[in-house]
């Protein structure tokens, strides 16, 4: 499948560049055989790696050998695990209190990509999408950020903003897609460029780029990691909620 390139007219919405990932992405996966073990296609899979590595020769490594599993310590799991469930229990409360009419939900998945806190609107008990107003928190428990990871976030919600919550580091960030519109235009048609080389390249010469980290990151000192992070999401909780509730009353007045 050819596709095309998009006319200055698309350009005034996500839909095209989004229906075109999509076709991109079962094609993909047609061609690769890439469906999970109940039938369904891994269109998230294939966006990841799209995203990940601008190499064909690596994209093409991760479709067609195995897998190898990074072991995690079970510490960076649990941390993460409990920043996501406190911040969705005290976030709701607070939204309660300050009379949003809205749900938090926490580990949310979507097509291409699973939100560690979503905040949604509500009118007449109905959940609303696509409105602008959804909130996207991603929690980061250690010094990562992955710019693929929240724009396919965007790709998902389009016209969302996101929070990214830097526990660790005592940061956040926020990213609006109205702000960046023109930015993420150009992201996804590049993603939908690498993707059509991938699919009618005739031949695709093969590469020798070490795209996996096969040594996990050990723990040094694993009680004072514990223990500066129980007492940094104590310091911060409060801030990232502030941020998120003045964003809602930003939102709610435009």
Avoid at 202 to 225: A, G, R, S, W
Wanted: charged letters at 25%.
């Amino acid at each position: 499948m050819e596709y095309e390139q998009p006319s200055s007219a698309d350009y005034d919405t996500l839909d095209y560049l989004r229906s075109q990932i999509d076709d991109l992405c079962s094609d993909v996966v047609t061609k690769f055989n890439l469906y999970d073990s109940t039938g369904r296609p891994r269109n998230a899979f294939v966006l990841n790696a799209l995203t990940k590595h601008s190499c064909i020769g690596c994209i093409i490594n991760v479709f067609t050998q195995p897998y190898k599993w990074i072991d995690v310590d079970a510490i960076y799991k649990e941390n993460h695990r409990l920043a996501v469930n406190l911040l969705t229990e005290q976030l709701q409360h607070r939204l309660g209190e300050e009379g949003f009419n809205s749900i938090v939900q926490g580990e949310v998945e979507g097509d291409y990509g699973r939100v560690d806190v979503l905040i949604r609107p509500i009118s007449c008990g109905v959940l609303l999408r696509y409105r602008g107003s959804e909130i996207i928190i991603e929690v980061k428990t250690g010094k990562g950020l992955s710019y693929d990871q929240i724009f396919k976030y965007l790709i998902d919600w389009p016209n969302a903003t996101v929070i990214v919550w830097r526990v660790m580091m005592r940061q956040i960030l926020t990213i609006d897609q109205k702000t960046i519109n023109q930015f993420l235009l150009t992201y996804l048609e590049t993603i939908i460029q690498r993707g059509s080389r991938l699919l009618n390249g005739d031949k695709i010469t093969p590469c020798n780029h070490n795209y996996i980290n096969e040594k996990p990151y050990v723990i040094k000192n694993p009680q004072e990691l514990i223990n500066d992070f129980l007492l940094v999401l104590t310091e911060t909780l409060p801030n990232i909620i502030d941020t998120i509730l003045q964003k809602l009353k930003t939102i709610n007045q435009e």
